[in-house]
C-alpha cells in the first residue's frame, strides 16, 4: 500500500516557487511573485556609470593611484550592463596618466639627484 504524501495530519515541507504547504493556516498561501517586466540591470549600469565618473574626479584631485583604476572598474562595469561611461572612463585614464608622469618624474628627479648633488 502506497501512503498518500500530504496526509493533513504529518508536517509538509515541499515548498514551492512563490509560496509553501507549511503556511500558519494551514493550507497552500503563495507570496507575491517577482514583479512582472522588472529588471534591475538599468539601475545597476547607470550606478556604475555614475561611480565611474565619481571615480574619475576623485582620481585626478586626490588619489590617482587609487581612484583612476576604480573609475576604469566601474566603467567597465556600466559598459557590460549596457549603460555609457564614457565620462569615467577618460577620467579614469587621465588620472592612471598623472600616476604615470609623477612616477617618471620621481625617477628623473633622483637619478639628478644621485648624478649631481650639488645642483639640487
Known amino acids: 500500500m502506497s501512503e498518500n504524501p500530504y496526509q493533513p495530519n504529518q508536517p509538509q515541507t515541499p515548498q514551492g516557487q512563490y509560496g509553501s ?8 498561501v503563495p ?3 517577482p514583479a512582472y517586466g522588472y529588471d534591475a540591470t538599468p539601475q545597476e549600469a547607470k550606478s556604475a556609470a555614475t561611480l565611474s ?19 576604469l572598474w566601474q566603467a567597465k562595469k556600466a559598459e557590460r550592463l549596457g549603460a555609457s561611461a564614457t565620462a569615467g572612463k577618460v577620467l579614469g585614464w587621465i588620472s592612471i596618466a ?3 608622469i609623477g612616477i617618471i618624474g620621481a625617477i628623473i628627479l633622483f637619478v639628478g639627484m644621485a648624478a649631481d648633488p650639488s645642483s639640487f
Open 21 to 28: 504547504y507549511n503556511s500558519p493556516g494551514g493550507g497552500y
Open 31 to 33: 507570496s507575491a511573485p
Open 53 to 71: 565618473w565619481v571615480f574619475g574626479i576623485l582620481g585626478i584631485l586626490l588619489l590617482p593611484i587609487v581612484f583612476g583604476p576604480l573609475a
Open 98 to 100: 598623472l600616476v604615470i
